[in-house]
């Protein structure tokens, strides 16, 4: 089945700065998605991305599907960020939904 | 209610128990999902239905068993459950089953502690 892989696997940050998360893929896909998992177990839907560049407010991300990856931006990153970041994706020939392991992001005041 | 709602939010139970977790979306979706998330591990789906129609078992124990009596509610019967099924359980919600490339929208999950 289609792999994803997700670096880097932990972040720590200081308020305002600036992170780069990234989201490797064996396959095609027609879906990607970028999720945030609050501490409460939460998953907050970010980007549906399976292809293109997508903007909402601080976050912003990338699909370069003919190369197999996507990158997500945070920009002036605040505590409230803090959590664990997951990329998924369905593969082109109708696989499964599959979530990468994830990046657990801390952002420290 | 908006999006999707999952009951109870927090559950302990003894191996021997027998409990149901529910999950209702409210977004007039017609596919819905059940996923497993372990300690250390990827989320892990676990059943599919769509359009009341279950279309994927992942390999799934028969301690777990799912019913969808309609487009927005499921449920996961749990019965002789072992302490290593202790997990995030998630529930999600799509316009579209698999292969039609569409968001999925999570509820916020119930935590199950098996004793």
């Known amino acids: 089945g289609i792999q994803v892989e997700q670096s880097p696997p932990d972040l720590i940050l200081q308020e305002g700065a600036n992170s780069t998360l990234r989201c490797n893929f064996s396959?095609?896909?027609?879906?990607l998605q970028w999720f945030h998992q609050n501490p409460w177990g939460q998953l907050i839907n970010l980007f549906y991305?399976?292809?293109g560049t997508k903007q909402n407010g601080r976050l912003s991300a990338t699909t370069v599907a003919t190369e197999r990856y996507s990158l997500l931006y945070i920009s002036s990153s605040q505590t409230t960020d803090s959590g664990v970041y997951f990329c998924a994706v369905e593969g082109s020939y109708g696989q499964n939904f599959v979530f990468g392991p994830g990046t657990r992001l801390s952002v420290l005041p | 209610e908006t999006g999707v709602t999952q009951t109870p939010r927090h559950l302990v139970m003894g191996m021997t128990n027998k409990k149901s977790l529910k999950c209702e979306q409210h977004l007039g979706h017609n596919a819905m999902y059940w996923y497993k998330q372990s300690a250390k591990k990827p989320l892990e789906l676990m059943f599919v239905?769509?359009?009341?129609?279950?279309?994927e078992n992942n390999s799934v124990p028969s301690r777990f068993s799912p019913e969808c009596p309609n487009s927005s509610h499921l449920f996961l019967h749990l019965h002789t459950l072992q302490p290593e099924d202790s997990a995030l359980y998630l529930c999600a919600s799509s316009q579209g089953g698999r292969g039609t490339s569409v968001e999925q929208f999570f509820g916020p999950g119930t935590r199950l502690t098996v004793l």
């Open positions: 239905y769509n359009f009341k129609e279950q279309t």
């Open positions: 991305i399976p292809s």
């Open positions: 396959d095609s896909v027609n879906n």
